[in-house]
């Protein structure tokens, strides 16, 4: 069974540039998560969709981060204008309603 | 609101030593409960989980965990560690009434001397 993918792995940018990072859940699992992951912290929920729909977002900074779903599968969540604090790895995941989330190799952002 | 927490943030041991390490929460529902280690350079993966039933559960790689409703507490354990152990150790739990979100603990970082 695939995994959860992500991509890119890595990404470098200097503050006030945008970017966008990519994910692709495991096949048959509607709900989808992205996480914020600081060095030394456990992950934070940004974001959680239920097949094509948002269930909780109250902990993504929307003035700056934004996050879609359109068919239900993939999901690309941006960051415009990227901030030094926004440096952290970014994680997918995702899982059947209820049960164990499962995680991607996440993208390590630097904003420098 | 429900909180995880991990009572220590580094643990050091040599190779054969016996492991614990500890995981409270604080919710007063029905819980489930997730361990998941990520190994240097990995990513998350799943340990063991507890939804229901036997409250020992055994994981991946010789780990157990027991839940104990009374503690609220949900240990980890493994009788003989080895070097390639050495990895980060979250504690998580989610229930049904805020949607499955895992509440996570600090995280253990956990060293095996070789």
């Known amino acids: 069974e695939a995994g959860v993918a992500q991509s890119p792995r890595y990404k470098i940018i200097e503050k006030r540039q945008s970017v966008a990072f990519w994910c692709n859940p495991i096949s048959g699992h509607a709900t989808l998560y992205w996480y914020q992951q600081i060095l030394g912290q456990g992950p934070k929920l940004l974001i959680q969709?239920?097949?094509?729909?948002?269930?909780?977002d109250s902990q993504l900074p929307k003035d700056r981060f934004s996050a879609e779903r359109l068919k239900g599968v993939d999901s690309t969540l941006k960051i415009q204008p990227a901030k030094l604090e926004d440096s952290a790895v970014y994680l997918c995941a995702s899982s059947l309603w209820g049960y164990e989330q499962y995680f991607g190799p996440g993208t390590r952002l630097t904003v420098t | 609101a429900q909180s995880v927490s991990q009572h220590n943030h580094h643990v050091i041991l040599s190779e054969a030593a016996s492991l614990e390490l500890g995981c409270n929460y604080s919710y007063g529902g029905t819980v489930n409960l997730f361990w998941y280690v990520q190994y240097p350079g990995q990513h998350l993966q799943l340990l063991l989980k507890y939804f229901s039933g036997d409250p020992l559960v055994k994981g991946i790689k010789g780990f157990e965990a027991e839940f104990i409703k009374s503690k609220f507490s949900f240990n980890l354990r493994k009788p003989s560690v080895q070097w390639s152990d050495t990895a980060e150790y979250f504690c998580?739990?989610?229930?049904?009434?805020?949607?499955?979100?895992?509440?996570w603990g600090a995280g253990t970082k956990l060293i095996i001397k070789p």
């Open positions: 998580a739990v989610n229930a049904m009434d805020s949607n499955y979100q895992l509440i």
């Open positions: 969709f239920q097949n094509n729909g948002v269930v909780d």
